[in-house]
T-cell receptor, first 108, second 114 residues
Framework: RKEVEQDPGPFNVPEGATVAFNCTYS??????FFWYRQDCRKEPKLLMS???SGNEDGRFTAQLNRASQYISLLIRDSKLSDSATYLC?????????FGQGTELSVKP | DAGITQSPRHKVTETGTPVTLRCHQT?????MYWYRQDPGHGLRLIHY???????DKGEVSDGYSVSRSKTEDFLLTLESATSSQTSVYFC?????????????FGEGSWLTVV
């Protein structure tokens, strides 16, 4: 079993749609959690950190459920520019583990 | 932009030859990582370092070795390259073991083994 697993993709949605990504992790000692965005053939870039209380950044909302060991990312009012691969990342005391990524394609 | 560079950015090499990829940082960050990325697999951790001369294996370490003799450089070596090691390699740096605010990636090194 992979340490960090994500929903299989791709997700194809129309502009304006709401889309949700989920991610589960197996190591309960994991300390911090993030969502990264990666555009084709580019390096990943931090989208947002994920906190137990939930956090929001504009159209993006991230949630962490430590008891169930999953994190989620909600994107509201999808834009064409949101098309990318979204990676969940778990920090285990300095060791960064990535999920396999979920591809999102937003269509006009 | 964070001071992290990878070299070479692109390389074609023959099966059985040694290859070394270099990651250089100017941020004085403690942690450094090497990942490979292949279709359908996301980023898989090869090795990481938590200090000078301190390294540990990741998920896909077979066939790879690393060295970190100084804070700013983390070298990834393929002792005898194989076609299965054709991939994009990303280096990353991290300033602490908890927050994500100090994690930065290099632009990637495209390696083709023929």
């Amino acid at each position: 079993r992979k340490e960090v697993e994500q929903d299989p993709g791709p997700f194809n949605v129309p502009e304006g749609a709401t889309v949700a990504f989920n991610c589960t992790y197996s190591n309960s000692a994991s300390q911090s959690f993030f969502w990264y965005r990666q555009d084709c053939r580019k390096e990943p870039k931090l989208l947002m950190s994920v906190y137990s209380s939930g956090n929001e950044d504009g159209r993006f909302t991230a949630q962490l459920n430590r008891a169930s060991q999953y994190i989620s990312l909600l994107i509201r009012d999808s834009k064409l520019s949101d098309s990318a691969t979204y990676l969940c990342v778990v920090n285990q005391g300095g060791k960064l583990i990535f999920g396999q990524g979920t591809e999102l394609s937003v269509k006009p | 932009d964070a001071g992290i560079t990878q070299s070479p950015r692109h390389k074609v090499t023959e099966t059985g030859t040694p290859v070394t990829l270099r990651c250089h940082q100017t941020e004085n960050h403690r942690y450094m990582y090497w990942y490979r990325q292949d279709p359908g697999h996301g980023l898989r951790l090869i090795h990481y370092s938590y200090g000078v001369k301190d390294t540990d294996k990741g998920e896909v370490s077979d066939g790879y070795s690393v060295s970190r003799s100084k804070t700013e450089d983390f070298l990834l070596t393929l002792e005898s390259a194989t076609s299965s090691q054709t991939s994009v390699y990303f280096c990353a740096i991290n300033g602490d073991s908890y927050s994500g605010n100090t994690i930065y990636f290099g632009e990637g090194s495209w390696l083709t083994v023929v």
